[in-house]
């Protein structure tokens, strides 16, 4: 599933960009080569889940892997949020966000990688947490499509706006980083690009938003998942 999320995000990236596409899936910079550390990180992410405005060691981990593919990182956008930057000459700025919390429930998947994280919720009470909405998978996805577009830099030109979103499952992250500066402290994004996990069917929702002067277009694409 995680090379399909990367996939989709290039391919919404190079029609927003109009950028070269390469001419073969196996062509994608190397995402076979790269696959291995997503999985890790992945796994790592799931393992070690945190709850809506406590995504300090996640941010984190999204931080540090920004900035080894030549991100500019600015991280505590709206709380927990961070923002990477990637400046390639002129042309569209294009933003693409993942989510980074998990849910106060207990894992009983008996995968390897299972969470066995408890901490307090808001009300003081100790819970089990886990990513059940597939927010793990994002994040990976999220620094697959990085690496791929930061080793792409020939085949396309514009900025990207990589933004990692806290709070999302508490419907308050996105607000407190637009309050914060999300849109002027950073380059505006003329598009939008967003992935969302819709398991059990097994499928990647792809939206995209085109930011335009008062009138904004949304498209959608649903896709089937045949990889891991």
Request: hydrophobic share 40%; with cysteine.
């Amino acid at each position: 599933m995680i090379r399909l999320f990367v996939l989709s995000a290039f391919l919404a990236f190079a029609s927003a960009v109009h950028a070269q596409p390469a001419r073969s899936v196996p062509e994608l910079a190397g995402l076979d080569r790269v696959y291995p550390t997503l999985d890790a990180l992945y796994q790592d992410l799931h393992r070690n889940p945190e709850l809506s405005k406590h995504e300090d060691k996640t941010a984190a981990k999204l931080a540090a892997r920004m900035r080894e593919v030549g991100f500019e990182v600015t991280e505590h956008v709206g709380g927990t949020g961070i923002v990477g930057i990637l400046r390639n000459g002129n042309g569209p700025t294009v933003l693409v966000r993942t989510d980074m919390d998990a849910l106060p429930l207990k894992e009983t998947t008996g995968l390897p990688y299972a969470s066995k994280v408890t901490t307090k919720s808001e009300g003081g009470e100790v819970t089990a947490v886990m990513h059940a909405c597939g927010h793990d998978i994002h994040m990976a996805s999220w620094v697959g499509a990085a690496t791929l577009l930061s080793g792409l830099k020939d085949r396309w030109r514009g900025t990207l706006v990589f933004i990692g979103q806290p709070a999302e499952e508490m419907v308050s992250g996105a607000n407190a980083m637009v309050k914060d500066g999300l849109f002027t402290r950073f380059p505006k994004p003329d598009f939008v690009l967003g992935l969302h996990d819709t398991s059990p069917r097994r499928r990647v929702r792809l939206d995209a938003l085109r930011v335009g002067a008062g009138r904004e277009a949304r498209a959608g694409l649903d896709r089937d998942t045949h990889a891991a």
